[in-house]
């Protein structure tokens, strides 16, 4: 990996002599082990992947470099024997992902450790995405076009949300998707109030709108998108809306650039939609990052002063969701680049593009 | 939820006001809410969902009883105010699902809170299954079972580990599983001797067998079997290893009845394969216990003393894994009966069962 030599940079900063890394994913970011269920232990000198008889072999392969230590009676029982044998001393642990019992049984197991809890050192390596990340993330977004673009005379009146979902889901697999990056989201109607509705036996007909939030996953990298169908007659209410929040996203991609804050990214959406006197319907933030987690850095949002960097890529994804009514979100992917940004996703949008006659 | 009222005599027991759930699976099981990114908090009189925007409607429609509590800031904020507000001295946590962070800010937060770590309180009930989550487990494994024999004919020269796994995905859903109950595993040849393979591009060929691992989800409830096909012309090798595993499981089901200990059952097949000359090649545990979580107790591995109960399911599964040759698992779910046991998935495993010409 290369930001294993950065991340270490860490150690001597803290004085610690190793670092406990709990987190899956960042396991995989750190070392390419792809299995679950297994801990990794960063040293000035050689790293150690604790792990169990389902996944020696494939780790070996999956990083021939990292020590692999299969556990014996339990994890935590093989990591304090390594933390012993090494004599380290201080240990930084991840304070999200370590939880109060295996933080508790290395205390009691391993005399006068002293445990640091640090906050998301990995994950602020992993926003800032290499060449190499973003073509696969590039190719998970050609995926996730490509697979929609191909199941668009499959949605049609009769057809459910759960038909939509599954058929996006294999096509995107056949098109080369690991898997999708999370459960397809498909809401017919009113179910699209709901920002997470989950796909149901609800029947499309005419006049109603299809919401589609989608992905895929190609090596280990995702893709997060969101359209709307229209199914011929539309109602007044339903292009108002739509304009607003496609003009509320148009004016906030406008303004990612390198130096930026994240929170003004956010701010420029949401006061459009205020503007417009909806408002109170945008409840969630404007976007998230993404790369091997759906969900990650940097966040978008009212509160987030973090500022953006070169390399980041996120989701820019207002919406208005109206209780009994519906709901219309928007989501594109952006790369911020040296002077700007640069829309990664393509497909069209525009009210006149998503109709199904 | 059922036990809902013998969950919460845990309070009295340890004379705490406030529970505060973390596992997602655990808020599911108690309230029925089928969101993320959330946190119960059961008291002895009203039990709180401390959400965000995105599920704020489908909460209350998950669970018309429970109070909502949109986050403000954040859900830990909120969940502080309202131990403080119900004035809450004493609060079970469980130690397995909450992490450091989580648990430094509370008790920074919160003036004198005495936080009890708890294990597993949720998950031992959780063991004995109800009629209703027995219903859905059969149906999950009814799902699983057809959309395995509807893929026989897709079992063929030339196909690749992928394309096996991605049709049965597709067949899985479209028969009505919400999905796969964890990533499907097809292993074609030596690719088996990883028992956690991923399905990739290596093409089936004569003489090859084809090991697949799959289970399908149905309202939240799991199946998980393993089955191999063998393609024509089969080594002697493969038949002896085989019919041990197959052996193996069968001894080991005829043991299973309530009152007798999990190891025991792990025992007997882990002896007769160490008999046969194959111990080294076992390594992981006999079985798992499957219910809204794919592995949950009771483990079936050589540590646990636990006794069971009528009401457990759990996976049977024997293997034998050997680098660079390939490997043999053989996986069926069965319940604990008041008498014995039901093996509750029934596709066919005999050698002249399993050969496709």
Chains 1, 2 share one sequence.
Not at 3 to 20: M, S, T, V, Y
């Amino acid at each position: 990996m290369d930001n294993l030599g950065e991340i270490k940079k860490n150690l001597e900063r803290e004085g610690a002599e190793g670092f406990l890394v709990t987190n899956e994913i960042n396991i995989r970011y750190i070392s390419g082990f792809t299995g679950s269920d297994s801990v990794l232990l960063l040293t000035p000198g050689n790293d150690y992947l604790f792990t169990d008889f389902r996944y020696v072999e494939q780790a070996q392969q999956d990083n021939p470099k990292i020590k692999i230590v299969e556990k014996k009676t339990s994890l935590l029982n093989s990591i304090c024997e390594k933390i012993k044998k090494l004599k380290i001393k201080k240990l930084l642990v991840e304070s999200f992902y370590i939880s109060i019992d295996q933080f508790n049984e290395i205390k009691q197991k391993v005399n006068n450790i002293h445990m640091i809890a640090t906050k998301g050192i990995i994950e602020n390596y992993r926003k800032q995405k290499t060449k190499d990340e973003l073509k696969k993330i590039q190719k998970a977004i050609e995926i996730a076009e490509k697979a929609y673009a191909s199941i668009q005379n499959k949605i049609k009146y009769g057809v459910t949300e759960k038909d939509i979902a599954d058929i996006l889901e294999y096509e995107l697999r056949i098109l080369g998707a690991e898997k999708s990056s999370f459960d397809i989201i498909c809401a017919v109607g009113k179910h699209a109030s709901k920002p997470h509705a989950h796909p149901a036996t609800t029947r499309v007909q005419r006049g109603d709108t299809v919401l589609i939030d989608w992905g895929s996953r190609f090596q280990y990298y995702n893709s997060d998108l969101t359209r709307l169908k229209t199914m011929d007659k539309i109602s007044s209410k339903f292009r108002k809306i739509y304009q607003i929040v496609l003009d509320a996203q148009s004016l906030a991609i406008d303004c990612i650039r390198p130096g930026i804050k994240a929170k003004k990214i956010d701010a420029v959406a949401r006061n459009y939609i205020k503007k417009k006197g909806f408002g109170e319907f945008f409840g969630h933030g404007l976007g998230h990052g993404i790369g091997q987690e759906v969900h990650e850095g940097p966040y978008i949002n009212k509160k987030n002063n973090e500022i953006l960097k070169e390399g980041m890529v996120f989701t820019v994804e207002p919406g208005i969701y109206i209780p009994e009514w519906g709901g219309v979100r928007i989501e594109d992917l952006v790369l911020v680049t040296q002077t700007g940004c640069e829309v990664l996703s393509k497909l069209p949008k525009k009210l006149s593009d998503i109709n199904i006659n």
